[in-house]
């Protein structure tokens, strides 16, 4: 009997063992399988996947930048195929994408830790490219229509920087102090830093920095040569708070800056002439799972920017034909200018995750943009007097967009993406959008992309509603621009980070905006069609460095019937040596090829151009000192960027040698 | 021209003497294998057989000149395996070139090392019927049994030529998330 009882009870608790193994595989098996979906999300949320995203995506991260002695995000934008830099009015330097229309500012769109930050002044950005490599933790730049965030809408490309502060890697914000000195009085400092708080976390950046550059310009429109003051005294502040589903996020900023070439294209001869841009960036937003398979979105959005300008733009003794009869300025005439901007948005998505292999999204976007202070003046007597008029014809624009995105699997190997978007204006025509794209991942080392997009550019306010007298003037009757683009890409994985890609494209433009016609005022041109393709190939050659090299090919035209103002060829080449765990060196060679100019301009075409630059490098231990030492365009070649026709002859000439000492420390 | 000279040939005699370089790793990935590694280990059936004074043994392997990847994915095991609070863990770091027939552990990180001293590390955790896992999964050509990868999503992989030779019992449901590749 005793032997019965314990035969049962050893059989009782062998069966009591064994499901508690069951139990414990199954537990491990669930935390393993969450594991697995925790670090698919990371890598989807912070775009280390993007060979497997249906886009043309770039990703420029933090070390390689520094490393590279990369000073700020305008530059780093620069290394990436089929992105060239354009210079308009007051020395404004935009981005241009594969070619597409370099006279507007607004068809690529600046996203910053999640917020769209493009003014509708000029649907441009520009201000914001100071920001110093050293506050940035990773920039993802999407060529071709679209964005990663389904609401922005991209047209030529999207620029997202994600900054140290807001890392989104699940990793903890490292605080970090620095510092830069370098030539042309350029000075800075800044500070990262982060803490918990009230049950959440806290992160913040500031940063200021200045420089003192003057470039030596040939004859303006007026035939006064001489310096250019490109100063610029420029300051961030990133504030962050992140409590479970709730983000404040906001980003105030200021430039303030000399006038450069001019705001209507001429020399001024005051030094006192400023151009000052304010930028306040905010955004309060609110994520809740409403089911295991449902998340719900919520934001709420604040954008404003003030302007704040001094231009002397005719010289003394201009004799002033229009309007008649015709007067003649002794003291020139200056333009001055106080104006500002608000835009207010709304924006509430559903994320359907239905499984692991299909995800949804859908949500509606209202956005209401109006201007505050409307003010312009000109003043004839040297400032003693001025007459003021309103600086815009319309004060206000109201767009609404819903918006879907569906992207789900096909068998194993292909994912397929569908999405769309329809904008309603309160002043343009309505617009829509459609995407198509397939993902084929033929095995791990070969993928296929292929994508058909659509987008739209409305005009800016100064293309549009601009009342003053200016250089390029205004038209009423713009259509917004329109874009379909085709693109196919393919991608060899050589190892860890070691890849080739190859990305051709098509884009039939549809009513480009630009001024570059005989009455110089803005206008919907034919349709135009540019083409070519991109090569990237980045290797470790061994272990310990990394060459990259791109070369963009471009075809077509831009401005009815030519390719202006871009370059057919543009190639970058980098090579980064770790040298050891503390030291590091690198070369980076950009080739801009010649630019042609529009039919009206009879100018030579823009010459082409190399620069090389060169860094080193020290870094201690973990949360030591780094040190990087960069002289740019070490050759000193003399370059120039192409002026529009009619303004400076002999181009835009850009600054020779230069170099920067950058100092930054963990603590 | 002869201050670039100066820093061309200044750069060149740091590149001169500065020879010692880590492996680079991709700091997701680490972090996501970290994770999943020791639960992975505690999935094989027989694991218990194989635990050393009842406490899961870990040997990370890595190259001379990789110890602070290696520090860092004994740190990252530990940090993840403390929330999981099953065996006592205790991780060893050992060089490929000090590897000895005597080393049995409960399983082995394979970081980035020749094909050479991959292949011997995982013959010998074959042999011993122990799991090994290497950061990189191109070292399925060296025997190596299991890996994670980062594509669209995030994939556990098997080493299909290796799973009969090791002939570790997993159990059953871990074949239904684990992508048997070649």
Known sequence: ??????????????????????????????????????????????????????????????????????????????????????????????????????????????????????????????????????????????????????????????????????????????????????????????????????????????????????????????????????????????LNYENGGLYFKSRLSKNE?????????????????????????????????????????????????????????????????????????????????????????????????????????????????????????????????????????????????????????????????????????????????????????????????????????????????????????????????????????YIRRLGHRDFFKINAFYLKNQSQIDAQNQNRTFDNSDENKLYGFELEYELDLFSRDVLHVNYSYLEGDNVTGQLANSAETLIDVYYLYRISDKWNMSGLLEYVGEKGRIEADAREDVDQYALVDLSAGYKGSEKSIKVTFTVKNIFDREYSLPSPANTYPGDFPQSGRTWMMRVSKEF | MTNIKLILALLLLMLMHCKSYAYEYDPLLLRAQAALFPKIVLLDKDVREKLKSNSLEILVLHVENDLINAELTKALIEEKYRKTNKNALSIKLVKYSDFKDSMIATAYFLLKGTDDSVKMVSNFAEKNNRVTFSYDYNDFDSNALLSVIMRERTYIYLNKKSVQKYNIKFIPLFYKIVKVVE
């Open chain 1, 1 to 238: 009997m005793f032997r019965l009882i314990s035969a049962i009870i050893i059989f009782i608790l062998s069966c009591t063992s064994i499901h508690a193994e069951d139990n414990t595989g199954s537990d491990l098996l669930s935390e393993l399988e969450q594991d697995i979906k925790l670090y698919s999300e990371i890598a989807t949320e912070t775009n280390q996947n993007v060979d497997y995203m249906p886009y043309v995506i770039s990703t420029l991260r933090n070390e390689d930048l520094v490393e590279l002695g990369v000073l700020n995000l305008r530059e780093a934008i620069g290394l990436l195929p089929g992105v060239d830099l354009n210079v308009g009015m007051a020395g404004i330097k935009n981005p241009i994408f594969r070619g597409s229309n370099p006279y507007a500012f607004g068809q690529s769109r600046l996203i910053i830790d999640g917020m769209e930050v493009n003014d509708q002044i000029f649907g441009g950005y520009n201000q914001l490219l100071d920001m110093p490599i050293d506050i940035i933790h990773r920039i993802e730049v999407v060529r071709g229509p679209g964005s990663m965030l389904t609401h922005v809408n991209g047209f030529a490309g999207s620029i997202h920087v994600i900054t140290k502060a807001n890392r989104d890697d699940g990793q903890k914000v490292e605080d970090n102090v620095f510092a830069m000195l370098g030539s042309d009085s350029q000075a800075g400092a800044g500070i990262i830093k982060s803490f918990d708080l009230a049950g959440g976390r806290f992160s913040s950046d500031l940063y200021y920095q200045k420089n003192d550059i003057y470039l030596e310009v040939g004859e303006d429109r007026f035939g006064n040569a001489g310096e250019t003051n490109q100063n610029l005294k420029n300051y961030q502040l990133g």
């Open chain 1, 257 to 489: 800056s000399g006038v450069s070439y001019g705001q209507a294209f001429s020399l001024t001869d005051d030094d006192s002439d400023y151009l000052d841009v304010e930028n306040n960036s905010i955004e309060l937003k609110y994520t809740k799972a409403i089911s295991n398979k449902v998340n719900i979105e919520f934001a709420l959005n604040y954008f404003d920017e003030n302007r704040d300008l001094q231009n002397k733009v005719m010289p003394d003794g201009t004799m002033l034909m229009m309007p008649p009869p015709p007067r003649l300025l002794v003291d020139g005439r200056y333009f001055l200018v106080n104006y500002s901007e608000q835009t207010f948005a709304q924006r509430l998505q559903l994320n359907f995750d239905f499984s692991a292999s299909h995800k949804f999204q859908v949500g509606v976007q209202a956005k209401q943009a109006k201007i505050k202070d409307n003010n312009a003046a000109v003043s004839d007597d040297g400032l003693q007097s001025s007459s003021g008029f309103s600086l815009f014809t319309n004060e206000k624009r109201d767009i609404n967009t819903v918006y879907f995105e569906d992207m789900f699997e096909v068998g194993e190997k292909t994912t397929v993406q569908i999405g769309g978007k329809l904008s309603q204006y309160s002043d343009v025509e309505d617009q829509s959008a459609l995407r198509l794209a397939v993902v084929h991942r033929y095995n791990d080392k070969n993928i296929y992309k292929a994508m058909y997009s659509q987008a739209y550019r409305e005009p800016s306010w100064r293309e549009q509603y601009l009342s003053a007298p200016a250089f390029f003037l205004p038209n009423t009757d713009l259509d917004p621009e329109e874009v379909d683009a085709y693109e196919m890409s």
